[in-house]
């Protein structure tokens, strides 16, 4: 039971009060009970008190209360067909929904776990091409807020962290989660990684990123897995391990720290760069038919990179000079916000 838990899908949900729960319950079986003391009531001749031979609407209401509630007395029957016939019909299948009602938590509690064990295999048949973060502290957000930024939507984005809390945070969001370890294989079956499409590795330790990245490459050989370590020299490492990107933390937290002190102006250009929808915005795109055979100056964006067959060529290398069938471009344009206020 221990290691189910910790390997817990949860899907985000409207979160109800424990009050409202019961409250709703209340009301449910409180509508039942009255149902009953009306079918009751518009046919009063049809029942028989044992005590006086009449059926007041009193009488009606205490009918009501104690066939709803099985405790059945049996001083007020029913004595015409037509009343024997609702009872049939109408009363008895009540009294089975007000004992649901009743019983309604402990069966809640009872079924719970299958109830969620359903809907999580439903969702992770429906899901492909998504996006996994493992890890949801601060390097994982950040990545998450880029990517819905980029219109990437929430329900194509799952977390996994072996923090409940971080899970609850992250479903508070709209986002689905796993609760576990991202180095262990069933873990990451959990959130689909056979037909994930990127894997971000976001953890707090380096020996662990790399373990995650060797344990996601094996299962998914052909996913896009952007990893980042603390340090420089575990760098090799994680790229060994499967890694199509690294990036290292801590040197580029130095050279920014750096580039601030000699030129404030570059430094906040580059973070401009870092925060999409404002100012200038770099990304990737595929090359347009009309560009091809062209050079990066002939395009209507600022070309500051050619990708081909996944190396990275800067608009300056030769290789670069004619555009190929295939190739992808990185470019600087102005964000949608810059172009709207203009």
């Given at each position: 039971m221990k290691g189910d838990k910790r390997t817990t899908v949860r899907l985000p949900f409207v979160v109800v009060s424990p009050l409202s729960a019961v409250m709703r319950r209340v009301f449910y079986a409180a509508c039942a009970l009255l149902v009953v003391f009306l079918l009751v009531a518009v046919d009063l001749d049809g029942y028989k008190d044992n005590y006086d031979g009449k059926v007041s609407l009193l009488d009606a209401l205490y009918y009501a209360t104690?066939?709803?509630?099985?405790?059945?007395?049996?001083?007020?029957?029913?004595?015409?067909?037509?009343?024997?016939?609702?009872?049939?019909?109408?009363?008895?299948?009540?009294?089975?929904?007000?004992?649901?009602?009743?019983?309604?938590?402990?069966?809640?509690?009872?079924?719970?776990?299958?109830?969620e064990e359903i809907v999580a295999k439903h969702w992770r048949s429906r899901l492909k091409n998504h996006t996994i973060v493992v890890g949801y502290g601060t390097k994982g957000r950040a990545a998450i807020r880029t990517l819905i930024e980029n219109d990437r939507t929430k329900d194509s984005i799952i977390v996994i962290d072996p923090n409940g809390s971080e899970i609850e945070e992250a479903n508070n969001l709209g986002l689905a989660g796993v609760i576990g370890d991202g180095t262990r294989s069933d873990v990451l079956n959990r959130a689909a990684i056979t037909q994930a499409r990127e894997v971000i590795v976001a953890t707090q330790r380096d020996d662990t990123t790399a373990l995650v990245t060797l344990t996601a490459r094996q299962l998914n050989p052909k996913a896009t897995i952007v990893a980042a370590v603390r340090e420089a020299e575990n760098d090799p490492l994680v790229r060994q391990g499967g890694a199509d990107v690294v990036i290292t933390s801590s040197d580029a937290a130095g050279r920014m720290l750096g580039i601030a002190t000699q030129s404030p102006a570059v430094s906040s250009l580059i973070d401009d760069f870092l925060v999409y929808g404002s100012g200038l915005d770099l990304y990737e795109r595929p090359i347009a038919p009309h560009e091809v055979g062209r050079g990066p100056r002939d395009c209507s964006e600022i070309v500051v990179a050619v990708v081909r067959k996944g190396e990275v060529m800067t608009y300056a290398d030769p290789r670069a000079t004619r555009l190929l069938i295939g190739d992808r471009l990185v470019v600087i344009h102005v964000s949608k916000a810059d172009e709207t206020e203009k």
């Open positions: 104690v066939t709803v509630s099985t405790t059945g007395y049996g001083d007020i029957t029913p004595v015409t067909p037509m009343a024997r016939l609702v009872n049939i019909v109408a009363i008895t299948p009540l009294r089975v929904v007000f004992l649901v009602i009743l019983v309604g938590t402990t069966l809640e509690v009872l079924t719970r776990r299958t109830r």
